[in-house]
């Protein structure tokens, strides 16, 4: 069995090589000659899966081992008869520890507290159910938007013109859908945009084109009290310098890159081939991950919950790094810029999640753990 895979798949050996022969290549440039005697595509959300590059091919299946998969055509696989499977939730943990390690830095910069703010999700599935779960065990006043939701007890579902009218923070966690009852692309255009409240944080971790991003340029130029946070970009990986100059943080759309997530999204493509092939998964998630580069912290009793939180964050995951190598595409040629969005991501430092940094909290202060629990950190009892 030939196995065609994008070569920024982290364990992609380690994971098929026992299901057939694996060929990795540059994600973005996979084309229909790659899979003319190909079996299998694992892919990333770089490589447009479009009914002409797997039409006359021999591909039995089509794995995509990001949670997003508008870069796929489904209804097409379903006609040609391929099987499909993208990795639901693999890095959900990853985009939540991002917006919240995002929220730290401003709130910090800005001298407020996320405690004392309205945060409102719009699409709330596996990144913002975890986000809303996680805000509120932080005691924050969330709300959320999303149509295909039925009322649930403890959520405030609202339209999205209320969540507008009454957040202080966005964040946009939908999918890009350009059809269907409630399509997604530009959600949020200049209209949207100028209502939003005098100091909104917005957040855009979800698709770039979710927000119009020629309308947001412009007016950002006219409100310098919005705060903006886009990991995604229109149009990547051309990202317009304008924008970036003019954005709070800007990333490289990294937000679900911690490894724990990237190695999932792998994993749960490689089962759910072995599930197609009937055949059983030999290899174990737990086997593949290595340990983190940081293991332990200690807090005294001296710590705050704010310090405390701040510390845990920032040395599991440090959002002004990413937003400092993203600064340096301003100074670049627009080929220049394209290449070095993606070298970013290809070569993107290890980041790990909350939960594999065990923290010991047992001398400080029960406001202390609370905080770190409810933000996923490991607080063993001994
Ligand atoms: N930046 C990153 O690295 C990164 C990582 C993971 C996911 N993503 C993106 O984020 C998206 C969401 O991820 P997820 O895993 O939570 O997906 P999901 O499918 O679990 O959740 C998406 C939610 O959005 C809702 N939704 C759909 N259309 C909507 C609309 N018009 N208005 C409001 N809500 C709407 C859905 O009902 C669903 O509950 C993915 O599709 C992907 O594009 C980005
Ligand atoms: O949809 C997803 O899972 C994310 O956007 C994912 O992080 C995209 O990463 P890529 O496939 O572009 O490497």
Not at 35 to 55: F, G, I, N, P, Y
Not at 115 to 128: P, S, W
């Amino acid at each position: 069995m030939k196995i065609v895979a994008d070569e920024n798949i982290p364990l992609v050996r380690e994971c098929f090589a026992g299901l057939g022969e694996v060929i990795t290549l540059p994600g973005r440039s996979i084309c229909a000659d790659d899979l003319a005697d190909a079996d299998v595509l694992v892919s990333r959300s770089v490589t447009k899966v479009s009914r002409e590059l797997v039409q006359n091919s021999r591909l039995k299946f089509v794995g995509t081992c990001t949670a997003g998969f508008d870069h796929v055509d489904v209804e097409a696989l379903n006609e040609l008869g391929i099987g499909f499977s993208s990795a639901p939730g693999c890095n959900a943990r990853s985009v939540v520890e991002y917006v919240l390690c995002a929220l730290d830095i401003l709130a910090e910069r800005d001298g407020y507290r996320i405690t004392g703010r309205t945060v409102g999700i719009v699409g709330k599935g596996q990144v913002g159910g975890r986000l809303f779960r996680a805000l509120q065990a932080l005691g924050v006043n969330v709300i959320a938007n999303d149509p295909f939701l039925e009322p649930e007890a403890g959520v405030e579902l609202v339209g999205l013109n209320e969540l507008i009218e009454r957040c202080d923070v966005i964040g946009l966690h939908t999918p890009l859908t350009t059809t269907g009852s409630h399509p997604t692309h530009h959600l949020l255009g200049e209209s949207q945009l100028l209502a939003l409240k005098h100091g909104t944080v917005l957040i855009n971790a979800g698709r770039g084109a979710v927000v119009d991003n020629r309308a947001l340029l412009s007016v950002l130029k006219s409100r310098d009290d919005l705060s903006v946070v886009l990991d995604v970009w229109e149009h990547e990986p051309d990202v317009d310098p304008e924008l970036l100059e003019l954005v709070d943080i800007g990333t490289p759309h990294i937000a679900g890159y911690s490894l724990d997530g990237k190695i999932t999204g792998t994993v749960m493509v490689y089962q759910a081939l072995c599930r197609f092939l009937g055949l059983p998964a030999r290899v174990s998630q737990r086997d593949l991950t290595p340990l983190p580069p940081l293991m332990k912290l200690d807090f005294t009793g001296t710590v705050d919950a704010d310090q405390a939180t701040s510390v845990a964050m920032r040395a599991t995951y440090d959002i002004r790094r990413d937003d400092a190598l993203m600064r340096r595409l301003l100074k670049m040629e627009p080929e220049a810029r394209r290449l070095a969005f993606d070298f970013m991501r290809k070569n993107y430092s290890e980041r790990r999640e909350f939960s594999t940094l065990k923290i010991d909290a047992r001398r400080s202060e029960q406001a202390v753990q609370e905080r770190l629990a409810a933000l996923g950190f490991h607080l063993p009892d001994e």
